[in-house]
């Protein structure tokens, strides 16, 4: 956690060598509600393979869940050299909906992986599911 995020603090991600980082943090919510996710990313574009992401799973998951099961994980938005590089380095606020079904816990995950050397980075701050 740094200071300095869009709000105040936010969670930070940095990779010196490859490999990836994952932090999961589960929260409650209600049953067969609607609802809608928002958080604010901030990553510069790089030159090197990378990957950024954040993304939600209903019910209480991990994050070594998040990092070998991502395809089970719904995206609210993914970074990489070869696709999205990056939104300038400015924070930018991105937003899912989702209805909670019968689940009464979402997972939210935060993923920074790099190949071949280091990576972006990246900021992620003010997650809201209300």
């Known amino acids: 956690i740094v200071g300095g995020g869009q709000s105040g603090n936010a969670l930070q991600a940095s990779r010196s060598s490859q490999g990836s980082s ?4 589960v929260y409650t919510i209600s049953p067969n509600t609607n609802y809608t996710l928002t958080v604010y990313i901030k990553c510069p574009s790089y030159g090197s393979t990378y990957w950024a992401e954040c993304a ?4 209480s998951n991990t994050a070594s869940d ?3 099961n991502g395809g089970t994980w719904t ?37 920074l992986g790099s190949w071949g050397g280091a990576g972006p980075t990246v900021l992620w701050d003010t997650l809201r599911v209300n």
Request: aromatic share 14%.
């Open 22 to 25: 994952v932090k999961v943090k």
């Open 56 to 59: 939600y799973k209903l019910g």
């Open 66 to 68: 998040f990092d070998n």
């Open 75 to 111: 995206m609210v938005q993914k970074f990489d050299n070869s696709g999205t590089n990056g939104n300038g380095n400015t924070w930018v606020q991105y937003t899912k909906t989702f209805n909670s079904g019968s689940n009464t816990q979402i997972s939210v995950g935060y993923k």
